[in-house]
């Protein structure tokens, strides 16, 4: 389903029961919707409606002109939910969509019922110079094929593609399929992040889950969240990588459900 907003469109999935609590889920870069297959069929199971959101110029969303920020991307969150007339939602996100909830949660007191905060950080706190080389290559090339296998060996072990290979290269396909517009302005997105200073304000139930192996965004990136959230709750997935709901999603949907059930209202 697509919802108009400004110039553009967002695309939406939503099922599950009407009168059931919704679970609202943001993706990462170059994904979309579809990396959360893995949790859509245990969410139903237990009860809830899942709504899945793409981003600016991912999946289904059209990219919009300029580039973005964390807070404009939330403000589309928002924006939906109002659309569809949900008060409040559980959310889950991952990496850049773990940063879209942490700013709801500031910014947008009431909203969320709670907050799952999986491979995440606060602020951008990398190597600014690498990353806008790397922009200006997809930027001076228009391909994505340049930089996709470095980031499929950041977000899945070896491990894991030899054991789901289809899987794997639907992700792979799925990174490929970004939109040149949608990677740039979320990537400028993403390095203006920065909503640690107003993390101390968060009153959500948030539960922040990191990979012990992730290099995008590391446990100490995690943990600084957790650690600025008041009672927030830390939890961290030995051996993972940065999807830690596609390569370990067994043990994630059990976290989930459990966070949700503690959280549901």
Not at 1 to 24: E, W
Not at 42 to 52: C, D, E, H, I
Not at 106 to 121: E, F, K, N, Q, V
Not at 190 to 208: A, C, F, M, Y
Request: charged content about 20%; aromatic content about 8%; overall charge negative.
């Amino acid at each position: 389903m697509l919802f108009q907003r400004h110039q553009g469109f967002l695309h939406y999935d939503l099922v599950g029961p009407a009168d059931a609590p919704v679970v609202c889920m943001t993706h990462s870069l170059t994904s979309d919707g579809g990396m959360w297959a893995e949790q859509v069929a245990p969410l139903l199971a237990a009860g809830y409606q899942v709504l899945r959101l793409d981003m600016r110029g991912h999946g289904g969303s059209t990219p919009f002109g300029g580039i973005y920020t964390i807070e404009e991307l939330a403000a589309d969150v928002v924006a939906i939910l109002d659309f569809l007339g949900f008060a409040k939602v559980h959310l889950v996100g991952l990496s850049m969509g773990g940063m879209i909830g942490q700013v709801i949660a500031a910014d947008y007191s009431g909203r969320l019922l709670s907050l799952m905060a999986c491979a995440t950080s606060a602020r951008w706190d990398g190597d600014d110079s690498f990353m806008r080389s790397r922009m200006e290559l997809v930027r001076s090339t228009r391909d994505l094929g340049r930089i996709v296998d470095d980031n499929m060996e950041r977000r899945y072990s070896d491990a894991y593609k030899a054991r789901h290979p289809k899987r794997w290269g639907a992700l792979r396909q799925t990174f490929l399929g970004t939109s040149i517009a949608g990677y740039l302005g979320c990537m400028e997105a993403i390095l203006k992040h920065d909503v640690l200073g107003r993390l101390e304000r968060v009153t959500t139930p948030t539960l922040v889950v990191a990979g012990s192996d992730d290099l995008a965004t590391p446990p100490a990136a995690n943990r600084e969240i957790s650690s600025r959230i008041p009672a927030a709750d830390y939890a961290e997935i030995a051996g993972g990588r940065h999807f830690l709901n596609v390569e370990f999603d067994d043990l994630f949907n059990r976290m989930m459900l459990d966070w949700l059930e503690r959280s549901r209202m």
